[in-house]
């Protein structure tokens, strides 16, 4: 299904759902002392269907759960982001639960998969890590869990999904998704009372752990960029990512302005190699930027690196610029530089937690048009957050890191 049907569908279906079952919750609570029990953190589940990047954000939120709560964990994500929890595989392969979104068919089914799933591994907490989705708040009760814990909106208008999760913690949207991951874990572990997340979380909470890279996965990713690029003789990489996901196309920067800074680049430091990456499917999107760069010393890796490469191509590149999306946080479990384009979304809540993300953002008075508020949806078509960013204000930073990594 696209983007816009599972908003159709979460609104439409998953309102009148929510409202249906929430009196089936407040008895079945009662009748299982829910509100009473210390929350059993013994074999906790956290739902994260739709983003890759907060499958990477939430790691630091989920290693505190398993060192403070001595709990077992176990993770649902729908199929086509699956990958994204293998790059610190903090939670084991088999304790993964990859949903089908293909189409509603295959989507209903694999409900009834996942309520199989989770009473065989017997989960008894749940961590809803989506902003107010309907449908994994109603994944969240029909798991069978007796502890579900999630965001709310309280006393806040709008954003309705029932009185689904027992557990409740108030969403704020003036601080960073991680610090707000790391408040779901400090409920879970029943820390603080009310739906206020009023226990401080200190900075060194929230640092990622690096990705282990073996130099066999080092050199064959090597081997590939001579393939790209036969007269490479380990000159710095530098990276170009170009597209952004279908979620939100508002993301993306113009192709023009990556193809600008990318001739800049090469006419300052001739005996670089420009990389522009992308999966199989950006191919020619990717094409059109290297096309307007017109320079041998800048290749199309489009499908030529398996996700699985992705992590050990960062570990050997110098830097890697990019519009806000799922490679600035698959990165940041690597030392690489990154310098992230922000518009419709902010760095205040998702700049990647690695320590070495740039973000380049004009911080427009309309910005970020996206929130928790409105589902991530905006019909801007202009987009002056994101195509107002001058290509010599990128490559201003650029250089400036350059000039001293060289």
């Not at 293998?86 to 989507?107: G, K, S, Y």
């Not at 309705?160 to 960073?176: A, K, S, T």
């Not at 992230?340 to 700049?351: A, D, H, N, R």
Request: glycine fraction near 4%; charged fraction near 20%.
């Amino acid at each position: 299904m696209n983007v816009n049907t599972m908003r159709w569908v979460d609104r439409w279906v998953g309102v009148p759902l929510c409202l249906l079952v929430s009196p089936f919750r407040w008895v079945t609570d009662r009748l299982r002392s829910a509100h009473t029990k210390k929350p059993d953190v013994s074999r906790t589940l956290f739902i994260e269907l739709s983003e890759m990047g907060s499958a990477v954000i939430v790691d630091p939120a989920m290693r505190k759960l398993k060192q403070e709560g001595g709990g077992e964990l176990y993770f649902a994500i729908f199929k086509k982001n699956y990958k994204s929890l293998r790059i610190l595989q903090t939670v084991p392969d088999e304790n993964i639960f990859r949903m089908n979104a293909d189409n509603f068919i295959r989507l209903t089914l694999d409900i009834f998969r996942f309520m199989a799933w989770c009473r065989k591994k017997k989960i008894s907490t749940v961590i809803d890590l989506e902003l107010f989705s309907r449908f994994t708040a109603l994944l969240s009760l029909f798991s069978g869990a007796r502890t579900r814990v999630g965001f709310v909106n309280f006393h806040d208008e709008g954003l309705y999904r029932g009185q689904l999760m027992n557990r409740p913690v108030r969403y704020n949207p003036h601080v960073h998704i991680a610090v707000n991951f790391i408040s779901l874990i400090n409920k879970a572990l029943d820390r603080y009372p009310l739906p206020y997340a009023t226990t401080a979380v200190a900075a060194e909470e929230i640092v990622l752990a690096r990705a282990n890279v073996e130099e066999s996965e080092i050199e064959a990713v090597r081997n590939k960029i001579r393939q790209l690029y036969p007269e490479w003789k380990n000159e710095a990489v530098v990276l170009l990512n170009a597209n952004a996901s279908d979620l939100l196309p508002q993301r993306r920067w113009p192709q023009s302005s990556f193809a600008e800074v990318g001739k800049k680049l090469l006419e300052q430091y001739p005996g670089m190699l420009i990389v522009a990456t992308g999966a199989p499917a950006e191919k020619k999107y990717v094409q059109d930027v290297v096309d307007a760069i017109a320079h041998p010393r800048c290749v199309n890796s489009s499908g030529v690196f398996t996700f699985e490469e992705l992590v050990p191509l960062y570990s050997i590149s110098t830097c890697m610029l990019t519009n806000d999306s799922g490679p600035a946080h698959f990165a940041s479990v690597t030392p690489l530089k990154v310098f992230v384009i922000f518009g419709p979304e902010t760095p205040g809540l998702y700049l990647p937690i690695g320590g070495n993300a740039e973000p380049i953002y004009l911080g427009l008075p309309c910005s970020p048009c996206v929130s928790a508020a409105n589902h991530r949806k905006t019909t801007c078509v202009e987009r002056p957050c994101i195509t107002g960013i001058p290509p010599q204000m990128v490559l201003d930073r650029m250089q400036r890191f350059l000039s001293t990594a060289l």
